[in-house]
C-alpha cells in the first residue's frame, strides 16, 4: 500500500502512452514526414543553384537564341533590367518568362518589376511615361526598350555594357546601294538592322573625304561605276594598316576593284551563276541558292539556304601569297554553273558549254587575312587586316535581306569583320503558329470522347461507388 502510494500517476499515464502501438507508429509517420521534408528542401535548396531547363517545342519558342545565350555568357560586368509594368498588366507574364530566361544563362544579370503607380518616385527617377518600359542599366549607362522582346532587351545590354560604338562605313559615289534608299534596291534594311546590332552606320565619299579615324569597316555594295586610282590607294593604305572591308561586286563591274583584289589572292570571274534549283522555290534561273557553307566563324552553326541574285563566282587563287590566308566561304550547289556567255543571258537563253562554263558547286564569297608587317617597327609585329569578298550585293538589298538566311549572313559577315564576336549566330526565329486542322471525322471523335464520353464515366463510376456504400 505504501508503494501505491508513492506511485506518479502522471508518470504512469505518460508511460502507458508512450508504449502504446498508436503512439510508434505516429511517431513513425512523424519522423517520416519530416525527413521526407527534408529531402524536398534539400532538393529545392540543390536546384535554385544547379538547374537545367530543357525546351521540347518545335520552334524553341522558350529558349533565347544563340546570339542571346553568347552576349550573356560574355557579360564582364553586372546588368540589371527594371520592368515597370502595372498590375495585371497583359504581358507581364511573358515578359517575366522571358527575364527568367536570362538570368538563368547569366549570373551577372538580375530584373526587378516596379509599379508605376504604387511607386511613382521610381518611375519619375528613371523618367517612364509609359507602361511596359524596361530599364537596362549596367555600370552607370542605361537604357530603355519600350514594348520588350528578346532582341530588344539583348541589344540594350550591348549598348549598357559596350564602352563605345564601332562605326561602319559604306562607300558611295559609284552608284552603290544607298543605306537611305528605302526602295527594292535600298539598303534601308540593313542599316537598321545594323544599328539594333550597336553600330554606327555612315556614308563615306571617298573621293573627296579621307579615311575616317573612326572606321571599324568599310563596305564597299555594288558599285555601278568604276574606282580613280587615288580611291583605290586609300583602300589599300587602309587595309596595310589593319583595316577591315567588306567587297560585294556584281557581275561585270568594277575592273579596278577586280584586279585590286587579285594582290590579296581573290579572283572575281566574268561570269553570272546560273542554278536550275531556283526554279523549284519558284525564283529566276539567275538566283542561285546557296546551303554549302565551310566551317569559319561567320557561317558556323549556320544551315540556312540563302539566295544570291545575280552573282558572279568568287575564286581563291591556287597560289596564295605570302602573308595572306584565303578561303572559300560559301557555295552553290552541284545544279549550278558559271555562264561566261554574257549574251546568252541577255537573250534570256543560257546553256551550259563543258568548253567554256564551269560545273557547279560555284564559289560566291572569300575569306581573306592579310598579315601587315608594321612600318618602322620590330619586324615581329604584325597587324592583321581581314577582307570578305561576295560576287553578289543584291543578297542583302531590301527585297532579299529579310528572305530565308539572307540577313543573317550579312550581319554575320558584318560582326566577324568589326571583331564582334558575341554577334555571330543565328537571330531569334519568329514564334510558327501551327494549328491543328481535324477532319470531320476526327472533330466528331474528339467531341464524343472529351465532352461526353469522359463525364459520362466519371458519372457512372460515381454512381455505382454510391450504391455500393448505400448497401453497407
Given at each position: 500500500?505504501e508503494?501505491l502510494?508513492?506511485?506518479?500517476?502522471?508518470k504512469?499515464?505518460?508511460t502507458?502512452?508512450l508504449?502504446?502501438r498508436?503512439?510508434r507508429?505516429?511517431?513513425?509517420m512523424?519522423?517520416?514526414i519530416?525527413?521526407f521534408?527534408?529531402?524536398?528542401?534539400?532538393?529545392?535548396?540543390?536546384?535554385?543553384?544547379h538547374?537545367?531547363?530543357?525546351?521540347?517545342?518545335?520552334?524553341?519558342r522558350?529558349?533565347?537564341?544563340?546570339?542571346?545565350r553568347?552576349?550573356?555568357s560574355?557579360l564582364?560586368?553586372?546588368?540589371?533590367?527594371?520592368?515597370f509594368?502595372?498590375?495585371?498588366?497583359?504581358?507581364?507574364?511573358s515578359i517575366?518568362?522571358?527575364?527568367?530566361?536570362f538570368v538563368y544563362?547569366?549570373?551577372?544579370?538580375k530584373?526587378?518589376f516596379?509599379?508605376?503607380?504604387?511607386?511613382?518616385v521610381?518611375?519619375?527617377?528613371?523618367?517612364?511615361?509609359?507602361?511596359?518600359?524596361?530599364?537596362?542599366?549596367?555600370?552607370?549607362?542605361?537604357?530603355?526598350v519600350?514594348?520588350g522582346d528578346?532582341?530588344?532587351?539583348?541589344?540594350?545590354?550591348?549598348k549598357?555594357t559596350?564602352d563605345?560604338?564601332?562605326?561602319i562605313?559604306?562607300v558611295?559615289?559609284?552608284g552603290?546601294n544607298?543605306i537611305?534608299?528605302f526602295?527594292k534596291?535600298?539598303?534601308?534594311?540593313a542599316?537598321?538592322?545594323?544599328?539594333?546590332?550597336?553600330?554606327?552606320?555612315?556614308e563615306?565619299f571617298l573621293?573627296?573625304e579621307?579615311m575616317?579615324h573612326?572606321?571599324s569597316?568599310?563596305?564597299i555594295?555594288?558599285?555601278?561605276k568604276?574606282?580613280f586610282?587615288?580611291e583605290i590607294?586609300k583602300i589599300?593604305t587602309?587595309?596595310?594598316?589593319g583595316?577591315?572591308?567588306?567587297?560585294?561586286?556584281?557581275?561585270?563591274?568594277?575592273?579596278?576593284i577586280?584586279e585590286?583584289l587579285?594582290?590579296?589572292?581573290?579572283?572575281l570571274?566574268?561570269?553570272?551563276?546560273?542554278?536550275?534549283?531556283s526554279?523549284?522555290?519558284g525564283a529566276?534561273y539567275?538566283t542561285p541558292v546557296?546551303s554549302?557553307?565551310r566551317?569559319h566563324?561567320?557561317t558556323?552553326?549556320?544551315?540556312?539556304a540563302?539566295?544570291?541574285?545575280?552573282?558572279?563566282?568568287v575564286?581563291v587563287?591556287?597560289?596564295?601569297?605570302?602573308?595572306i590566308?584565303?578561303e572559300i566561304?560559301?557555295?552553290?550547289g552541284?545544279?549550278?554553273?558559271?555562264e561566261?556567255d554574257?549574251?546568252?543571258?541577255?537573250?534570256?537563253?543560257?546553256?551550259?558549254?563543258d568548253?567554256?562554263?564551269?560545273?557547279?558547286?560555284?564559289p560566291?564569297?572569300?575569306?581573306?587575312t592579310?598579315?601587315?608587317?608594321?612600318k618602322?617597327?620590330?619586324d615581329?609585329k604584325?597587324?592583321?587586316?581581314?577582307?570578305?569578298?561576295?560576287?553578289?550585293?543584291?543578297?542583302a538589298?531590301?527585297?532579299?535581306?529579310?528572305l530565308?538566311?539572307n540577313?543573317?549572313?550579312?550581319?554575320?559577315?558584318?560582326?566577324?569583320l568589326?571583331e564582334?564576336?558575341e554577334l555571330?549566330?543565328?537571330?531569334?526565329?519568329r514564334?510558327?503558329?501551327?494549328p491543328?486542322v481535324?477532319?470531320?471525322?476526327q472533330g466528331?471523335?474528339v467531341?464524343?470522347?472529351?465532352?461526353?464520353?469522359l463525364?459520362l464515366t466519371?458519372?457512372?463510376?460515381g454512381?455505382?461507388?454510391f450504391?455500393?456504400r448505400?448497401?453497407k
Open positions: 500500500m508503494g502510494k508513492n506511485m506518479n500517476p502522471k504512469g499515464l505518460l502507458n502512452f508504449t502504446k498508436s503512439t507508429y505516429g511517431v513513425n512523424l519522423l517520416m519530416l525527413i521534408l527534408g529531402i524536398i528542401i534539400f532538393i529545392e535548396a540543390i536546384s535554385v543553384r538547374h537545367k531547363r530543357i525546351d521540347l517545342t518545335e520552334d524553341s522558350y529558349s533565347l537564341s544563340q546570339q542571346s553568347q552576349v550573356l560574355s564582364q560586368k553586372d546588368v540589371k533590367a527594371t520592368a509594368y502595372k498590375e495585371g498588366q497583359r504581358d507581364k507574364d517575366r518568362d522571358l527575364l527568367d530566361q544563362h547569366s549570373k551577372r544579370f530584373f526587378e516596379i509599379d508605376p503607380d504604387r511607386n511613382p521610381k518611375a519619375n527617377k528613371y523618367k517612364i511615361d509609359s507602361y511596359g518600359t524596361i530599364v537596362v542599366e549596367s555600370n552607370g549607362r542605361q537604357e530603355k519600350y514594348m528578346e532582341e530588344k532587351i539583348t541589344n540594350a545590354i550591348l549598357a559596350s563605345k560604338k564601332k562605326t562605313h559604306f558611295k559615289g559609284h552603290e544607298e537611305l534608299d526602295g534596291d535600298g539598303y534601308s534594311a542599316k537598321m538592322a545594323l544599328e539594333d546590332e550597336n553600330y554606327y552606320v555612315k563615306l573621293l573627296r579621307e575616317p573612326d572606321a569597316l568599310l563596305v555594295s555594288g558599285p555601278k568604276d574606282f586610282e587615288p590607294e589599300e587602309y587595309i596595310e594598316k583595316g577591315r572591308v567588306l567587297f560585294m561586286i556584281d557581275p561585270y563591274t568594277s575592273s579596278r577586280k585590286f587579285k594582290k590579296y589572292s581573290v579572283i570571274g566574268d561570269d553570272i551563276i546560273v542554278d536550275v534549283l526554279r523549284l522555290f529566276d539567275l546557296v554549302n557553307y566551317y566563324p561567320i558556323k552553326d549556320f544551315n540556312i540563302s539566295f544570291f541574285p545575280v552573282s558572279r563566282s575564286e587563287d591556287k597560289e596564295i601569297k605570302e602573308g590566308s584565303a566561304l560559301v557555295s552553290t552541284d545544279g549550278s554553273w558559271s561566261t554574257k549574251k546568252s543571258i541577255e537573250e534570256g537563253k543560257p546553256a551550259f558549254d568548253k567554256k562554263d564551269r560545273k557547279g558547286p560555284i560566291v564569297a572569300a575569306v581573306v592579310i598579315e601587315n608587317k608594321s618602322g617597327e620590330d615581329k604584325t597587324r592583321k587586316a581581314s577582307l570578305v569578298v561576295f560576287g553578289d550585293s543584291n543578297f538589298n531590301n527585297t532579299y535581306f529579310r530565308s538566311g540577313g543573317d549572313l550579312f550581319l554575320n559577315t558584318i560582326g566577324w568589326a564582334e564576336g555571330i549566330a543565328i537571330r531569334k526565329k514564334k510558327n503558329i501551327s491543328v481535324l477532319t470531320r471525322f466528331k471523335v467531341f464524343w470522347s472529351s465532352v461526353i464520353f463525364p466519371v458519372l457512372l463510376i454512381a455505382v461507388v450504391q455500393k448505400r448497401k
